[in-house]
T-cell receptor, first 116, second 111 residues
Framework: GAVVSQHPSRVICKSGTSVKIECRSL??????MFWYRQFPKKSLMLMAT?????????EQGVEKDKFLINHASLTLSTLTVTSAHPEDSSFYIC????????????FGQGTRLTVV | SQQGEEDPQALSIQEGENATMNCSYK?????LQWYRQNSGRGLVHLIL?????REKHSGRLRVTLDTSKKSSSLLITASRAADTASYFC???????????FGTGTKLQVIP
């Protein structure tokens, strides 16, 4: 199956700093990628849809100035958590697909962010 | 709000037994997928069933889909300790695989 690589897998940062998470589709082009957030022992909540070459579409309640998304190429989307606070600590995971309706979405391995 | 609700939230069984998890969703879908997540790890895709399919098998996995009831079930036969994980259903409403996850079932298989 297709491979989606997410980096870093774990990051610890200080409050007030910004953290960038990368999501790459390694063997296919992804015009659209998705970013999810998972709180401990909870399900995954969709944060935003990342569109190559255009602005991301954010879900209700997600602060776009807080979670900056850039989809600069067909194989790379980045999520930057700006001015991170301890409440931003979470598991972030991206997904991508080839775009056709009845194909699976491929997920990255996730990033565990801890803000201290 | 989330699309799917899963039942049970937690399930504990003995190795060798079968495990059944159920997922209900609210709106029409193109397909439904099941994923596994080991603690603190990423998602592993298990199986995709299309809206025009009723049953699908993959190894020890059997998935059913009832679009009239907006529900799906995942059966793991002859469970193993390595099957211990959280299982999520995910549905899409069309286009670009924007999936919405269910609440998940935490499965524990006791050796």
């Amino acid at each position: 199956g297709a491979v989606v690589s997410q980096h870093p897998s774990r990051v610890i940062c200080k409050s007030g700093t910004s953290v960038k998470i990368e999501c790459r589709s390694l063997d296919f082009q992804a015009t659209t990628m998705f970013w999810y957030r998972q709180f401990p022992k909870k399900s995954l909540m969709l944060m935003a849809t990342s569109n190559e070459g255009s602005k991301a579409t954010y879900e209700q309640g997600v602060e776009k100035d807080k979670f900056l998304i850039n989809h600069a190429s067909l194989t790379l989307s980045t999520l930057t958590v700006t001015s991170a606070h301890p409440e931003d600590s979470s598991f972030y995971i991206c997904s991508a697909s080839r775009g056709s309706l009845n194909t699976e979405a491929f997920f990255g391995q996730g990033t565990r962010l801890t803000v201290v | 709000s989330q699309q799917g609700e899963e039942d049970p939230q937690a399930l504990s069984i003995q190795e060798g037994e079968n495990a059944t998890m159920n997922c209900s969703y609210k709106t029409s879908i193109n397909n439904l997928q099941w994923y596994r997540q080991n603690s603190g790890r990423g998602l592993v895709h298990l199986i995709l069933i299309r809206s025009n399919e009723r049953e699908k098998h993959s190894g020890r996995l059997r998935v059913t889909l009832d679009t009239s009831k907006k529900s799906s079930s995942l059966l793991i036969t002859a469970s193993r300790a390595a099957d211990t994980a959280s299982y999520f259903c995910a549905t899409d409403q069309g286009g670009y695989q924007k999936v919405t996850f269910g609440t998940g079932t935490k499965l524990q298989v006791i050796p």
